[in-house]
């Protein structure tokens, strides 16, 4: 997927620039700024009431900020009506007129464009096609499936070839199978027509698979921008470590600080944890390590390293079809997790016989498998 | 076996609670086709009651100013009463709402009577005042059943509207449509079944309405319910069992119509939706 773009085209597209939007003194959006690329899919992701929702409707028109400018190809937003800018919107759970058929649907916006009556026609035929749902013209939104009406939605938000397409939630109404085969189908859509794209949505395996870039939204601020990747794996704060998927974290004292490694010592362990990267802190201030489950292994010997491993006994194993999550308890009732591929899991561990509840195992990582947090 | 008797005790219950409900019409409509001039003594089957109802200028005269006020006023509390509605469930929350909310409904609550003499006060005062309007009449009677319909349409419409997904507004909108387009082409049509049902109902209770009309009328406009309660008084005409035997009919068949037509709009519905989803 387009997972480079911010590298190559450094084009922005749509500038944010310090937004507030204030409710009766509750800040919701709490000075935004944010420079969206052209022909990128960026996800606002966050839990529910975090603001991204109020974002979406502050580029879309529905609401106006307290401060701050919104700037969209060049052209302040500000003072543009909902039904003036050159912005469209696939709303949660679609929003089709129940009372006009497919068709109509799709040709709403663009009987407002002044177009004559074979341009709308033809252009409506264009989206039908592109979205592949030509048979369903005729339909009225109620005798659809929930997919097809999502295609439908998607073809009405981009008939009149906005400069910015909004997704609210965009798989939100499917059930889990057919969202993973829309996220997909969408993605091609909207790379096929080159649209600049944001999203706003709280799962973040949908943002990772959609957007080439992500931005954490919490408490009206946001957190952390960057490629999927980036955040997943070199997240910025616990805050950001903790929302995208699950992750250990061990609480400790910085106890070394050079440029290319730094150690933590934590109540937790018996060993440092040693990290290959340098960090910004002083010695002796408190700093968490965050690290991945499917980054730990876990072996009935002790590893031969130093530092990063713990001794534990398994509580619980949560076997979830390709892996499962091994609860390995430490001496002082931390709970580590652990990830482990099904196809590792069968194989024997160490030489031993399969790994089962209530075995005592060493936990351990390798030096660059998880970051340390100062926030 | 106690089963049984439960059952056909539930059912002599139903039965009975139908004949309270339906037998004064049946008896109504049977002696409608009564020979003899006395309503109660039975003197053989015989039409002619039927043909002297149409010949009754008073009466059919009545009946077409009954229906004419009845259109008037039902139409014009659509209009006032979708507006109030649309002010009431979207101007936001502002001091005084719930006041406002329940000032609308309280012509449903408020006695006939003192709707009655408040509006014929009003009506009094404001030919003194300002000369308008001359005397009562239809245009009286007209403007009275308004008011109170309008409060009945304003409530049905306003649940229809609170319903209503705020998003499918804002998806027109967001397609172009200014806040007069999202109206016309979005809000109207989708609580148009609201609209339909608020005029109906305006216009039976317009049609009904005695107590009202009564304290409003003025000479020359005289509606149905006070001819038929004014001729009841002077002694019982057969004419009105005629009469009421036929908007009986009337009223059967509009709900008969009505029913059709829905049940064959679900079917199609439930058809649609189940080849929908089987392919």
């Given at each position: 997927m387009a997972s480079s773009f911010a590298d190559d085209k450094k084009n922005v597209h749509l500038s944010i620039s310090q937004v507030v939007k204030d409710f009766d003194g509750f800040k919701a959006v709490n000075d935004v700024s944010l420079d969206i690329y052209q022909g990128e899919i960026f996800a606002l992701l966050g839990a529910s009431g975090c603001g991204k929702s109020t974002l979406l409707r502050m580029l879309a028109g529905f609401e106006k900020p307290t401060s701050g400018d919104i700037i969209l190809d060049g052209q302040s937003m500000l003072d543009v009506p909902p039904y003036e800018r050159p912005v469209n919107m696939m709303f949660q759970?679609?929003?089709?007129?129940p009372h006009m058929t497919v068709e109509q649907n799709i040709a709403f916006g663009l009987k407002h464009d002044n177009l004559s009556r074979p341009a709308i026609a033809n252009k409506v035929e264009e989206v039908l096609n592109l979205v592949r749902m030509t048979e369903y013209a005729k339909r009225k939104p109620h005798q659809l499936s929930g997919g097809q009406q999502q295609r439908v939605a998607l073809a009405r938000s981009l008939a009149k070839e906005p400069k910015l397409l909004l997704l609210d939630e965009p798989m939100g109404a499917l059930d889990k199978k057919l969202r993973t085969q829309m996220q997909l189908e969408i993605v091609d859509i909207l790379e096929a027509v080159e649209v600049t794209c944001v999203m706003v949505t709280h799962d973040q395996e949908e943002a990772m698979t959609m957007a080439s870039r992500v931005g954490i939204m919490d408490q009206g601020v946001i957190r952390q921008v960057g490629e999927p990747v980036d955040v997943y794996e070199h997240p910025n704060s616990r805050m950001t470590a903790e929302f995208i998927g699950s992750v250990n974290i061990f609480e400790g004292t910085l106890s070394k600080d050079e440029s290319d490694h730094a150690e933590l010592i934590c109540d937790d362990l018996t060993v440092a944890?040693?990290?290959?990267?340098?960090?910004?802190?002083?010695?002796?201030?408190?700093?968490?390590?965050?690290?991945?489950?499917e980054k730990i292994q876990i072996k009935r010997r002790a590893p031969d390293q130093p530092c990063n491993w713990a001794k534990g006994t398994i509580k619980d194993i949560a076997y979830l079809g390709s892996h499962s999550i091994y609860h390995v308890e430490l001496a002082n009732e931390k709970i580590v997790l652990v990830s482990m591929a099904n196809s590792d899991r069968?194989?024997?561990v160490d030489d031993g016989p399969r790994l089962s509840w209530e075995d005592e195992v060493y936990v351990y990582w390798a030096d660059d498998s998880g970051v340390m947090l100062n926030s | 076996m106690s089963t049984n008797k439960t059952n056909k005790l539930s059912w002599a219950i139903l039965l009975g609670g139908?004949?309270?409900?339906?037998l004064p019409i049946f008896i109504l409509i049977v002696y409608s086709f009564n020979e003899s001039r006395l309503v109660t003594v039975w003197a053989g089957f015989s039409t002619k009651w039927y043909g002297e109802l149409f010949e009754d200028e008073q009466m059919m005269s009545a009946v077409w100013m009954s229906l004419k006020i009845a259109f008037l006023s039902a139409s014009a509390a659509v209009a006032l009463g979708t507006l109030a509605a649309i002010a009431l469930v979207r101007s936001g929350a502002f001091k005084g709402k719930t006041l406002f909310t329940g000032m609308i409904t309280a012509p449903l609550v408020m006695p006939e009577v003192i709707t009655g003499l408040s509006l014929l006060l009003l009506f009094v005062t404001m030919s003194q005042v300002l000369g308008w309007p001359e005397g009562r009449g239809s245009l009286t009677i007209w403007i009275a059943h308004t008011t109170f319909n309008m409060a009945y349409v304003a409530v049905v419409v306003s649940a229809r509207l609170r319903e209503l997904d705020r998003r499918l507004e804002e998806a027109a909108m967001d397609l172009g449509a200014n806040?007069?387009?999202?109206?016309?082409?979005?809000?109207?049509p989708i609580v148009a079944p609201a609209l339909l049902a608020g005029w109906l109902l305006a216009f039976t209770l317009s049609l009904d309405d005695l107590v009202i009309a009564s304290f409003v009328s003025g000479p020359g406009s005289t509606t149905l319910p006070m001819v038929v309660f004014s001729s009841v008084r002077l002694g019982v005409s057969p004419k009105i069992n005629a009469l009421a035997t036929l908007l009986v009919l009337a009223v059967a068949m509009a709900a008969f119509i009505a029913w059709w037509f829905m049940r064959r709009n679900e079917l199609q519905r439930q058809k649609e939706i189940r080849s929908a989803f089987s392919q």
């Amino acid at each position: 997927m387009a997972s480079s773009f911010a590298d190559d085209k450094k084009n922005v597209h749509l500038s944010i620039s310090q937004v507030v939007k204030d409710f009766d003194g509750f800040k919701a959006v709490n000075d935004v700024s944010l420079d969206i690329y052209q022909g990128e899919i960026f996800a606002l992701l966050g839990a529910s009431g975090c603001g991204k929702s109020t974002l979406l409707r502050m580029l879309a028109g529905f609401e106006k900020p307290t401060s701050g400018d919104i700037i969209l190809d060049g052209q302040s937003m500000l003072d543009v009506p909902p039904y003036e800018r050159p912005v469209n919107m696939m709303f949660q759970s679609y929003a089709l007129f129940p009372h006009m058929t497919v068709e109509q649907n799709i040709a709403f916006g663009l009987k407002h464009d002044n177009l004559s009556r074979p341009a709308i026609a033809n252009k409506v035929e264009e989206v039908l096609n592109l979205v592949r749902m030509t048979e369903y013209a005729k339909r009225k939104p109620h005798q659809l499936s929930g997919g097809q009406q999502q295609r439908v939605a998607l073809a009405r938000s981009l008939a009149k070839e906005p400069k910015l397409l909004l997704l609210d939630e965009p798989m939100g109404a499917l059930d889990k199978k057919l969202r993973t085969q829309m996220q997909l189908e969408i993605v091609d859509i909207l790379e096929a027509v080159e649209v600049t794209c944001v999203m706003v949505t709280h799962d973040q395996e949908e943002a990772m698979t959609m957007a080439s870039r992500v931005g954490i939204m919490d408490q009206g601020v946001i957190r952390q921008v960057g490629e999927p990747v980036d955040v997943y794996e070199h997240p910025n704060s616990r805050m950001t470590a903790e929302f995208i998927g699950s992750v250990n974290i061990f609480e400790g004292t910085l106890s070394k600080d050079e440029s290319d490694h730094a150690e933590l010592i934590c109540d937790d362990l018996t060993v440092a944890i040693h990290a290959s990267h340098g960090v910004v802190g002083s010695l002796g201030m408190p700093m968490a390590y965050a690290v991945r489950p499917e980054k730990i292994q876990i072996k009935r010997r002790a590893p031969d390293q130093p530092c990063n491993w713990a001794k534990g006994t398994i509580k619980d194993i949560a076997y979830l079809g390709s892996h499962s999550i091994y609860h390995v308890e430490l001496a002082n009732e931390k709970i580590v997790l652990v990830s482990m591929a099904n196809s590792d899991r069968w194989s024997e561990v160490d030489d031993g016989p399969r790994l089962s509840w209530e075995d005592e195992v060493y936990v351990y990582w390798a030096d660059d498998s998880g970051v340390m947090l100062n926030s | 076996m106690s089963t049984n008797k439960t059952n056909k005790l539930s059912w002599a219950i139903l039965l009975g609670g139908f004949a309270f409900l339906y037998l004064p019409i049946f008896i109504l409509i049977v002696y409608s086709f009564n020979e003899s001039r006395l309503v109660t003594v039975w003197a053989g089957f015989s039409t002619k009651w039927y043909g002297e109802l149409f010949e009754d200028e008073q009466m059919m005269s009545a009946v077409w100013m009954s229906l004419k006020i009845a259109f008037l006023s039902a139409s014009a509390a659509v209009a006032l009463g979708t507006l109030a509605a649309i002010a009431l469930v979207r101007s936001g929350a502002f001091k005084g709402k719930t006041l406002f909310t329940g000032m609308i409904t309280a012509p449903l609550v408020m006695p006939e009577v003192i709707t009655g003499l408040s509006l014929l006060l009003l009506f009094v005062t404001m030919s003194q005042v300002l000369g308008w309007p001359e005397g009562r009449g239809s245009l009286t009677i007209w403007i009275a059943h308004t008011t109170f319909n309008m409060a009945y349409v304003a409530v049905v419409v306003s649940a229809r509207l609170r319903e209503l997904d705020r998003r499918l507004e804002e998806a027109a909108m967001d397609l172009g449509a200014n806040k007069f387009q999202v109206f016309i082409y979005i809000t109207l049509p989708i609580v148009a079944p609201a609209l339909l049902a608020g005029w109906l109902l305006a216009f039976t209770l317009s049609l009904d309405d005695l107590v009202i009309a009564s304290f409003v009328s003025g000479p020359g406009s005289t509606t149905l319910p006070m001819v038929v309660f004014s001729s009841v008084r002077l002694g019982v005409s057969p004419k009105i069992n005629a009469l009421a035997t036929l908007l009986v009919l009337a009223v059967a068949m509009a709900a008969f119509i009505a029913w059709w037509f829905m049940r064959r709009n679900e079917l199609q519905r439930q058809k649609e939706i189940r080849s929908a989803f089987s392919q």
